[in-house]
């Protein structure tokens, strides 16, 4: 495709210019079908990259990781990374931007837009096929997806195996980038929050059923904060471990240390956490999805963070990842802000 | 005859407005329900979510924030961020299935001591046929 040819060349020039320090895309992994992130150093090595329906990671994640190395460097490489960056990920760049984690000057964005589909959910994909091994997924003619297996090609619609949160995008292009390639027109989606209705037209009763469910699954291995671009506290509420005990520190000190939640994963601990990280994340998860994707017990985590983003646009009329410039959400008020719960 | 359920409130009440008018319900003795257990804070904005999640955590049956009306806070603009991020916190909680009626805000000044009892007489109340708060309580 000559879109993918284009995402090469541009690599290779600003990294042949010297514009950045490296390049972060996706390339082929040796094991099934998912890609896996490629850090591009040198031009030779831009050949590599892909650009698929696969590509499913959030590579914004890895700015945060980036902001720390720099940090522990003596003479840290002050030039940009380069990061190819789908709808969703623009959106969390935007919001690392808004609260000031990374400058504009840190990172050179280079959009790919979805070609008015989006990115593939495995399972469906495997649902579909039953059985068959894809080998390799392109995007089609008219937001088809054709699927290269064993037996040949299969042309799919899109609709059908794109992953969830594909199907309630608000944005198919990125927003913000310094060069966009492909399809540059905005798929609308009709409800951006249909998903949600499978729990919020449960009773309350059940709803605690559906989460006691599922959140007592959970074995707390934290993989939804590994993997979440939002999540770049240096030290978090749930970690009770990470208290920087010194030979200094006294045995007073020790005992008062607040331990807001114990780390066994039985359902009370699990439910504390959860809405602990579902509060942080309200007015900045851009729905990426990762946490759902990386969740080894498939808890529907995205219910919760997609929840709130709704109350939020509801409530408070505030959309996250689209201006750099508005400021948070409970940075900020309106006198207008709902209040009839209050007494 | 079983005893009568008795609700257990956490109450946080901002110490410029609420809390003064507690203490003026205290002064002026007032009667309202002893389930109250008040923590005062600096300001309804500074009650972190998590103190709420922690407080139903430990074994509370209600949570009770109390601020300053709007446009009187001490710190000009508290009690906007607190409404604010409270009722996301109260939406959070209904969506996991926890009773609404669990989680109550309210403005109190330091003049409305009849305000208050008023507040927790309808609170415990409501507590009451609701029975014990087990579904966030730490289960050992």
Redesign the interface.
């Known amino acids: 495709m000559a879109k993918l040819e284009e995402l090469k060349n541009e690599v290779k020039r600003i990294l042949k210019e010297g514009k950045v320090k490296y390049a972060i895309g996706y390339e082929r992994d040796t094991n099934g079908l998912l890609p896996k992130p490629a850090f591009i150093k040198k031009t030779e090595e831009a050949d590599k990259l892909i650009w698929e329906p696969t590509c499913v990671y959030n590579l914004s994640r890895f700015l945060v990781d980036e902001k720390r190395k720099m940090a522990k460097e003596k003479n840290p490489d002050q030039r940009p990374i380069g990061l190819i960056i789908k709808g969703c990920d623009s959106r969390a760049v935007v919001v690392l931007l808004q609260e000031k984690f990374i400058k504009r000057s840190d990172v050179y964005l280079i959009g790919v837009s979805c070609e008015n589909s989006g990115v593939v959910d495995e399972r469906k994909l495997q649902k579909k096929l039953k059985g068959k091994k894809a080998e390799k997924i392109e995007f089609g003619e008219k937001e088809n997806f054709v699927v290269t297996t064993s037996e040949g090609k299969i042309e799919i619609p899109a609709s059908e195996i794109l992953a969830e949160r594909c199907l309630e995008c608000k944005a198919s292009v990125p927003v913000i980038s310094d060069v966009l390639l492909g399809e540059k027109t905005k798929r609308k989606a009709d409800n951006p929050f249909k998903s949600l209705e499978r729990v919020e037209s449960m009773s309350a009763e059940e709803r605690w059923a559906f989460w006691k469910a599922e959140l007592d699954k959970c074995i707390r291995c934290y993989a939804c904060r590994s993997v979440c671009p939002m999540c770049y506290c240096d030290e978090c509420v749930a970690d009770t471990i990470n208290f920087a005990v010194t030979a200094d520190t006294t045995a007073e000190e020790k005992a008062q240390k607040i331990k807001w939640l114990e780390k066994s994963p039985v359902a009370s601990e699990n439910f504390v956490y959860h809405m602990v990280r579902a509060i942080h994340l309200a007015g900045r998860c851009i729905d990426c999805g990762e946490c759902e994707r990386v969740c080894p017990l498939d808890i529907p985590l995205r219910f919760l963070n997609k929840y709130l983003e709704k109350e939020a646009q509801e409530l408070f009329g505030y959309e996250p990842g689209f201006d750099p410039e508005q400021p948070s959400l409970v940075a900020c008020f309106k006198d207008e802000d709902p209040q009839d719960f209050i007494r | 005859m079983a005893e009568e359920f008795e609700p257990t409130i956490v109450a946080f009440l901002c110490k410029w407005c609420s809390s003064a008018g507690s203490d003026l319900a205290g002064v002026s003795r007032m009667e309202y329900p002893p389930n109250v257990v008040p923590i005062t804070v600096m300001c309804s904005g500074s009650v972190s ?2 103190y709420i ?2 407080a139903f ?1 430990r074994g509370a049956d209600g949570v009770l924030i109390s601020g300053c009306h ?1 446009g009187d806070c001490h710190y000009i ?1 508290g009690n ?2 607190a ?3 409270i ?13 609404p009626e669990r989680f ?4 109190v000044s330091a003049a409305e001591g009849t305000k208050y009892t008023q ?1 927790i007489k ?1 609170f415990v109340k409501e507590l009451k046929p609701l029975g014990p708060q087990t ?6």
């Open positions: 979510p998590l999640f922690s955590n709007p603009k906007y961020y409404r604010r991020r009722a996301l916190v109260k939406k959070l909680l209904e969506y996991v299935g926890l009773e109550q805000m309210s403005w507040v309808d579904k966030l309580r730490r289960n050992r």
